[in-house]
T-cell receptor, first 111, second 113 residues
Framework: RKEVEQDPGPFNVPEGATVAFNCTYS??????FFWYRQDCRKEPKLLMS???SGNEDGRFTAQLNRASQYISLLIRDSKLSDSATYLC????????????FGRGTQLTVWP | SQTIHQWPATLVQPVGSPLSLECTVE??????LYWYRQAAGRGLQLLFY??????ISSEVPQNLSASRPQDRQFILSSKKLLLSDSGFYLC????????????FGDGTRLSIL
């Protein structure tokens, strides 16, 4: 079983829609969680960390469910500029800081 | 603030030629450094990581090698490139505790002919 699994999509939504992605992980020792955004042919950029109590940054909300071993990203009021691939990542708590990445979920927002 | 530089941005090399990609971090000291490869339509594959000067750990056996000659410099090399080495090479850094995220450079797009 893969360390981190994501639905590759693509998700195609109209502007203004709400869309949610899930990411499941297999190792219960996973400690820290992140969402990255990757535009076509660009490097991944940190979108937000995911905290145990859930957190929000503008239109983006991240949730962690340790019991079911998944994290989620909710995007409200989608913009055309949200079109990208969204990668989830986690660490196991090692000082090496190794990140385990999912393969990403592709989102296209259409006008 | 911290910045990370990778060069070159794009590289086209013939099979069998050598490779040297460089990554430099500024604005921080003693970072953990990482090399990833992303093949077309694939996920990120961790190639090497380093927690200090001269300390390199390899994740996958391959014809690539890495070196860290200075605290904020990380170099990816190959003596003889293979067609399968094509891909998007990304350098990343992090500091602080294990709960801190990594930050990526702009990447080098390598095409092998």
């Amino acid at each position: 079983r893969k360390e981190v699994e994501q639905d590759p999509g693509p998700f195609n939504v109209p502007e203004g829609a709400t869309v949610a992605f899930n990411c499941t992980y297999s190792n219960s020792a996973s400690q820290s969680f992140f969402w990255y955004r990757q535009d076509c042919r660009k490097e991944p950029k940190l979108l937000m960390s995911v905290y145990s109590s859930g957190n929000e940054d503008g239109r983006f909300t991240a949730q962690l469910n340790r019991a079911s071993q998944y994290i989620s990203l909710l995007i409200r009021d989608s913009k055309l500029s949200d079109s990208a691939t969204y990668l989830c990542a986690l660490t196991r708590g090692s000082t090496l800081g190794r990140l385990y990445f999912g393969r990403g979920t592709q989102l296209t927002v259409w006008p | 603030s911290q910045t990370i530089h990778q060069w070159p941005a794009t590289l086209v090399q013939p099979v069998g030629s050598p490779l040297s990609l460089e990554c430099t971090v500024e604005g921080t000291s003693n970072p953990n450094l990482y090399w990833y490869r992303q093949a077309a339509g694939r996920g990120l594959q961790l190639l090497f990581y380093s927690v200090g000067i001269g300390q390199i750990s390899s994740e996958v056996p391959q014809n690539l090698s890495a070196s860290r000659p200075q605290d904020r410099q990380f170099i990816l090399s190959s003596k003889k490139l293979l067609l399968s080495d094509s891909g998007f090479y990304l350098c990343a850094w992090k500091t602080g505790g294990w709960d801190q995220p990594q930050h990526f450079g702009d990447g080098t797009r390598l095409s092998i002919l």
